[in-house]
């Protein structure tokens, strides 16, 4: 059965993402995703970064069987593995040997921001656990800088977000960057993207 989801927000940003992994040292190894969504995400990695395997992960059911739809319509099982079932606040993550042996990224994109701000610091926390030295930790969403909007529309996406979950929100990027630090990462980038988002690109260094 066809359980693919589609989100249209995905599809407007994996290019311009992509083009951001594209100039990350990727060695051979795995990517963990988390909070894949649909998945969309997942297999146009997959596709365009052949050497390397893309983990996806979503604690909603409904998000996973969407994942695997789309794998097996994609003709990916041969590389791609079914996606984890990772909550980022319930540690420690259900991962296997392989992967945490040859991680090398973890990715969450548009995560932190629908999610309570507990998330953001368990994101951190688990991901200082698992990722050695020199390794990457990357966040995408729209983001405040020093407590500000950066857009108009980012402002009206946040009460929106609000309405929906008080706990919810645009988080401000000096206390992002503050996890960051406290779980043994810096910045080394920050990429301004299309749509007022940001790439966020942090380093373990301890
Ligand atoms: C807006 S969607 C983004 C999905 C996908 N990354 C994308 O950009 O299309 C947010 C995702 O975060 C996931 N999520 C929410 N709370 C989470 C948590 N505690 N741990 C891991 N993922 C979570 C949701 O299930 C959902 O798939």
């Not at 995905?10 to 990350?24: E, F």
């Not at 319930?90 to 090398?104: A, E, H, M, R």
């Not at 996406?157 to 929100?169: A, M, P, Y």
Request: glycine fraction near 6%; hydrophobic fraction near 35%.
């Amino acid at each position: 059965m066809d359980q693919r989801l589609f989100f249209p927000a995905t599809q407007r940003n994996k290019i311009y993402i992509g083009d951001v992994l594209s100039k990350i040292p990727l060695k051979k190894g795995f990517v963990l995703e988390i909070g894949s969504g649909s998945g969309e995400h997942g297999i146009e990695f997959q596709k365009r970064f052949p050497d390397i395997i893309w983990q996806t992960s979503d604690p909603e059911m409904e998000h996973r069987k969407s994942i695997i739809s789309w794998i097996d319509y994609e003709n990916l099982n041969f590389k791609m593995p079914k996606p984890l079932e990772i909550d980022v606040t319930k540690s420690p993550w259900p991962i296997y040997g392989k992967l945490i042996d040859n991680l090398q990224v973890i990715i969450s994109i548009n995560m932190i921001h629908i999610a309570p701000w507990e998330c953001s610091e368990s994101l951190f926390k688990e991901s200082g656990k698992l990722l050695n030295f020199g390794k990457f930790l990357i966040i995408y969403g729209p983001f405040k800088i020093k407590d500000k909007h950066i857009s108009e529309t980012n402002e009206l996406f946040d009460k929106s977000l609000k309405i929906q979950n008080s706990d919810w929100g645009v988080r401000n990027l000096e206390e992002v960057d503050k996890e960051a630090r406290i779980n043994g990462f810096s910045q080394k980038k920050l990429i301004k993207m299309p749509a007022n988002n940001l790439t966020l690109i942090y380093q373990k260094v301890s």
